[in-house]
């Protein structure tokens, strides 16, 4: 017997696909979901002991202290024109400003 390609063939793409459906799993869940934040956590009032800088209070002796103080008055004295007689204040503003630097 002999057998004809072209009949085979034709045989094959006759031929009806499958009817099965994909099978589709739906996943039901039986606790609804709610949204938890997590909790608060306070911060730490201050840095722990380790964690600090060490700021290093600067001794100077009295003569630099007066020599700085001389310097910022004549730096305040220049800057308004050296008019006015106003010397005492230069050294007051001057002495506040030296002695802000040198406790910070």
Request: aromatic content about 4%; overall charge positive; glycine content about 2%.
């Amino acid at each position: 017997m002999v057998t004809n390609n072209k009949n085979l063939k034709s045989r094959t793409a006759d031929s009806k696909p499958s009817t099965k459906k994909p099978v589709v799993k739906s996943v039901v869940s039986t606790n609804p979901v709610r949204k938890v934040s997590s909790p608060k956590i306070a911060k730490p009032v201050s840095k722990p002991a380790t964690a600090r800088k060490e700021v290093k209070k600067v001794s100077i002796s009295p003569e630099e202290r007066h020599l700085m103080i001389a310097t910022a008055a004549y730096y305040r004295a220049e800057q308004r024109g050296f008019n006015c007689c106003c010397e005492q204040h230069d050294w007051i503003s001057g002495e506040a400003q030296i002695d802000a630097l040198l406790n910070t």
